[in-house]
């Protein structure tokens, strides 16, 4: 498969690199034609090493990313909603364990008494808001609104001033942001960098050269802390005097798969995560498809995945964000592998909490 940079279906093509890539993808927004664009990150991207030649090629755009980027973040003065803002964020494009961590924190947030609202753009969704999540679809707010809805009141907002001004008035005390790390739009007091312990930061280069968003350094300088999730199985950047929390993706209900052949499919930043965690809880785990992150699945597509599952005889199985984009008969027979998140030391989560709440 030679496809490389991806758009949406109403989105024009501004460019298109050309190259072997991973099944790994995500939205992001285009320097070229500020529009979003679905990329699908090539192989290069993960390291090890600085990217080859590729890499090297492709230096020149990084730094004209990296300088857009900065022009960004010092434009103007952030707005002040006058309630915190929480900001789960991260440095490299793709699946980190952003969502699941923000829901973490939500959770935590209503524990201390609070009530937190999420904000989200609602990547893949074609409200631009602000609009509450109460029952649209996916295709209207999104994958990952639906899945934060289950724990608080969720917003979609392009504009995510106008966004932050909607959840106060509708009685939000806390704003926790999914996303939005390098939106300069709102004066944040608390940000997390969230980190994928089996992919650190790829190759170490900026995009289109590899998989940051932006500088390290120059995104640390911004964070107050740094989640990482998973067993470290890649090269940890330099986190300075950051405090770090060390997370880990838990099953729900860890013996719903134990046993059984499954016939596993996800269209999420790293489908491989979602693939080793159904085997570490047990499954067999006889076959697999991924998708690109926030993939609008087709009836046909959701019907090859079942005859696909009756043939190796195993039951079909995928994520809650993809079940998310199934709706009515295309949810028919697909089970979902429910997972959460964990901290090492919740008290520390709590402390740099009340540190935000008390400011």
């Known amino acids: 498969m030679t496809r490389g940079w991806r758009r949406s279906a109403w989105q024009p093509r501004p460019w298109r690199w050309q190259g072997t890539v991973s099944s790994t993808g995500c939205w992001r927004r285009c320097a070229i034609c500020r529009g979003w664009t679905r990329v699908r990150a090539p192989e290069f991207w993960a390291g090890p090493g600085r990217g080859g030649w590729r890499g090297a090629a492709l230096a020149p755009l990084s730094a004209l990313w990296r300088l857009a980027t900065r022009r960004r973040l010092a434009r103007g003065l952030p707005f002040d909603p006058g309630i915190p803002v929480i900001c789960i964020g991260n440095v490299t ?51 990952e609104p639906l899945l934060l809805a289950r724990a608080a009141p969720a917003w979609v907002a392009r504009d995510r001033v106008a966004g932050a001004k909607a959840i106060r008035a509708a009685g939000g005390d806390v704003i926790v942001m999914d996303d939005g790390f390098q939106n300069p739009a709102l004066k944040k007091r608390l940000s ?23 500088d390290w350094l120059e995104a640390r300088a ?5 989640v990482i999730v998973g067993a470290e199985t890649r090269a940890m950047p330099d ?11 838990r099953p729900l ?92 030391s919740p008290a520390s989560l709590d402390q740099l909490l009340g540190v935000c709440l008390r400011d």
């Open 192 to 214: 997390f960098l969230v980190l994928d312990g089996g992919a650190g930061l790829g190759n170490g280069r900026v995009i289109p050269a590899g998989p940051l968003r932006e």
């Open 222 to 226: 911004r964070a107050q802390a740094i």
């Open 239 to 249: 986190t300075g005097s950051l405090p770090v929390l060390r997370a880990a993706i």
């Open 253 to 344: 209900d860890p013996a719903a798969f134990a046993g059984r052949r499954v016939f596993a499919f996800a269209g999420i930043g790293r489908p491989a995560k979602f693939f080793d965690s159904l085997a570490g809880a047990g499954a067999v785990v006889v076959a697999t498809r991924a998708f690109a992150d926030h993939h609008p699945y087709t009836p046909a597509e959701i019907e090859a995945v079942r005859a696909k599952a009756r043939a190796l005889d195993a039951v079909p199985v995928t994520t809650a964000k993809d079940a998310a984009r199934l709706s009515g008969d295309r949810a028919r027979g697909i089970e979902v592998f429910e997972i959460g998140l964990a901290v090492d």
């Open 93 to 143: 494009a793709g699946g980190t364990g952003k969502t699941p961590f923000a829901l973490l924190v939500a959770q935590r947030l209503i524990a201390l008494g609070r009530q937190p609202h999420f904000l989200s753009r609602g990547h893949g969704g074609s409200a631009a808001g602000p609009l509450q999540v109460m029952g649209q679809g996916a295709d209207v707010v999104g994958d």
